[in-house]
């Protein structure tokens, strides 16, 4: 069966250092891959995307990684924030509309 | 700001009361979504509307019953729902779909339901 498995429910990290959160899949074949930050109580938001012909995508202090060998896509946090702290949920996109969701790792910045 | 709306932001109904969800967009987006969210877990596909047809229905049980009135609404209508139905409902909406087009998802912020 497909599996999103990302790689731990909760990182704690301090102030200034950089995160990364994994996002490991199984039986998907993904032309794409999505990565959502919610906050508690709101509303998944639309973070990054990266392609499958990518490598590497980013955007101001994020970076995506995307390897299809290894089945695997890593989130970067740079000089992270304590507003950074929400949890990180990864999709990957088989160009269909069935949009599943990985099990998500709680991030917090500690001050 | 989210451009997808949702009401009522939150609802409690007893196991035999009928209520509906609705979400608007006006983004032109094609494709609707319905996700329902327990605590400290992911979201979890409920149905998909693309074009104002029922594309995908994850097996959810009859007493949730989705409506698609025009491209820019969404309805959930619940009816006969159980305690452990309570969680939050989330609606989301994008342009569409296709190897080689985005599908970033819209969210709305939800609607808190609760079943007693």
């Known amino acids: 069966s497909q599996k999103i498995e990302q790689n731990s429910e909760a990182l704690n990290i301090q102030e200034g250092k950089t995160a990364t959160l994994t996002c490991n899949y199984t039986n998907y074949s993904p032309a794409y891959l999505q990565w959502y930050r919610q906050d508690p109580g709101r509303g998944p938001v639309f973070l990054l995307l990266?392609?499958?012909?990518?490598k590497e995508k980013r955007k101001e202090r994020l970076k995506v990684t995307f390897d299809t060998t290894l089945k695997q896509s890593l989130f970067h946090i740079t000089a992270s924030q304590p507003a950074d702290s929400a949890t990180y949920l990864c999709?990957?996109?088989?160009?269909?509309?069935?949009?599943?969701f990985g099990t998500g790792t709680r991030l917090k910045v500690l001050a | 700001d989210t451009e997808v709306t949702q009401t009522p932001k939150h609802l409690v109904m007893g196991m035999t009361n009928k209520k509906s969800l609705k979400c608007e967009q006006h983004m032109g987006h094609r494709a609707m979504y319905w996700y329902k969210q327990k605590a400290k877990k992911p979201p979890e596909l409920m149905f998909v509307y693309s074009y104002e047809k029922l594309s995908i229905n994850e097996s959810v049980p009859s007493r949730f019953s989705p409506e698609c009135p025009n491209s820019s609404l969404l309805n959930l209508h619940l009816h006969a729902l159980q305690p452990e139905d309570s969680a939050l409902y989330l609606c989301a909406s994008s342009q569409g779909t296709g190897v080689l087009r985005t599908g970033e998802l819209f969210f709305g912020e939800g609607s808190r339901l609760t079943v007693l």
């Open positions: 999709a990957p996109g088989t160009g269909t509309y069935k949009y599943i």
């Open positions: 990266i392609r499958e012909n990518e």
